[in-house]
């Protein structure tokens, strides 16, 4: 999402690097820089005005540290701008209420509100919470097929009343239920509408007399830029909110609406839905994505990410094959479907320090790569994968045939193998796998 503003802002930084200090020159070269950045990843205007008002405060007002360049000091006080701008803490779901926590799920329709509610019936159960799903969407039947779907995907029930044609009644209904199957949580996917008017704004007033909201939460699509935090401030004044949900923080907007909705309305982005998948949804933490943002990597967003996607106890089983000297193309195909689990490998990759959208692109990742050398593993005998030195000129062409590719594929994925396979029997020579399994899995290896 926030691939050129990240290349903008290290353009703007690196402005600053043959300087030995910071002065109001130097400084107001590189901030125009971080302006016209911002601007252009449609951050508000006001919002823009300020955040660069502040960092040149800043940046005039200290000396450059003795272990920091003056590009380094600026990056630190932008991160340190960035990270207020967008919260400055972890703001936590309310959902303590007694005995069922009540969030409402409001915003325009095609925001991605429907999804989200089984994103977070997803998250809750995983953190021991029994949510019950509401549709009260009373104007579109598809809506409830939908919620209904997901609620099916996910492993939760839906309170529905096709025949009802009052959402707070619905609601009041869903939470007498929620009681009498011992459901901690409701979950309550409101009615959408193309855009803001009276009967909408009503309706979710009247929900929130009928039941009192523990959480109300505005979704929000991130893909609308400037266009979302105008609905956002519409919602605060008119009906308020606790927090923002950004869905769609994965694709190729701007990220305006992460930077401006907190200046704006008042109320910080509580989660955001970072894909398609169910399981993509995540906290959002200010320090994290200000690092991203300035291309600094994300690493503790990404260990969680490995804790949660990955089988550790499959991560562990191939570390200690590694470490006895065995490694079989079964071996390499486990480790690509492991890594696969993470998700895009460029998604993977820029979480990482230094991993800046223009370096990612000179490296021209294809995760489709992985998708053809599972082919060609699957079109080899059981026999083959353990012992690939059998494979000759006949049974490359039969595996090419089989797998969809070529040869020259095939023999690439091979070699790619033998080097993998070396390399393991270097490392392991010098005793690096023996420490690794000692340290990682309690001196098994």
Do not use: W
């Not at 579109?140 to 009802?164: K, N, W």
């Not at 994300?298 to 065995?326: C, H, N, P, W, Y």
């Not at 599972?374 to 006949?394: V, Y």
């Amino acid at each position: 999402m926030f691939q050129e503003l990240t290349r903008r802002l290290d353009q703007a930084m690196r402005k600053l690097a043959g300087h030995q200090e910071l002065t109001e020159d130097n400084i107001k070269e590189a901030l125009r820089e971080v302006r016209m950045a911002l601007l252009e990843a449609d951050v508000n205007y006001g919002v823009a005005r300020s955040l660069v008002a502040g960092i040149r405060e800043k940046a005039l007002g200290q000396e450059v540290l003795g272990s920091l360049t003056p590009a380094q000091q600026v990056v630190k006080i932008v991160h340190d701008e960035l990270v207020r701008l967008l919260g400055g803490q972890v703001h936590e779901l309310a959902l303590d209420g007694k005995p069922v926590a009540t969030v409402m799920v409001m915003g325009l329709q095609g925001s991605g509100k429907t999804t989200f509610c089984g994103k977070l019936a997803r998250r809750l159960l995983k953190d021991g919470r029994q949510p019950l799903l509401v549709a009260a969407d009373i104007y579109r039947p598809a809506a409830i097929d939908q919620l209904e779907t997901i609620a099916t995907a996910v492993g939760v029930t839906v309170h529905s009343d096709r025949q009802q044609r009052n959402a707070a009644t619905i609601v009041k209904m869903a939470q007498r239920r929620a009681r009498d199957r011992n459901c901690d949580v409701l979950i309550v996917d409101t009615a959408g509408r193309l855009h803001i008017d009276e009967e909408l704004m009503q309706e979710l007033a009247d929900i929130d007399k009928a039941v009192p909201m523990h959480e109300k939460l505005l979704v929000l699509d991130a893909m609308t830029g400037q266009e979302a935090v105008h609905i956002a401030s519409e919602f605060a004044a008119r009906v308020g909110f606790d927090g923002a949900v950004l869905t769609k923080l994965d694709g190729d907007a701007r990220g305006g609406a992460a930077l401006s909705v907190l200046e704006v309305t008042g109320r910080p982005v509580k989660l955001v839905g970072v894909g398609e998948k169910l399981d993509d949804l995540e906290v959002f933490h200010p320090d994290r994505m200000a690092s991203r943002i300035l291309g600094m990597g994300d690493v503790l967003t990404l260990i969680e990410q490995a804790e949660e996607k990955l089988d550790l106890g499959e991560a562990e089983d191939l570390a200690q094959r590694f470490s006895e000297g065995q490694f079989t193309l079964d071996d390499f195909q486990r480790q690509i479907k492991q890594m696969r689990r993470m998700g895009p490998l460029k998604g993977v990759l820029r979480m990482l320090p230094g991993m800046r959208g223009d370096v990612l692109d000179k490296a021209k990742i294809d995760d489709q790569q992985f998708v053809r050398v599972e082919a060609i593993i699957n079109s080899m005998t059981p026999g083959e994968r353990r012992r690939p030195e059998i494979i000759n000129g006949s049974r490359r062409k039969r595996i090419a045939r089989g797998s969809g590719t070529t040869v020259s594929q095939i023999n690439k994925l091979l070699k790619q193998y033998r080097d993998m396979r070396r390399l393991m029997k270097q490392i392991n020579t010098a005793g690096g796998l023996q420490e690794f399994s000692q340290r990682v899995l309690g001196g098994r290896g």
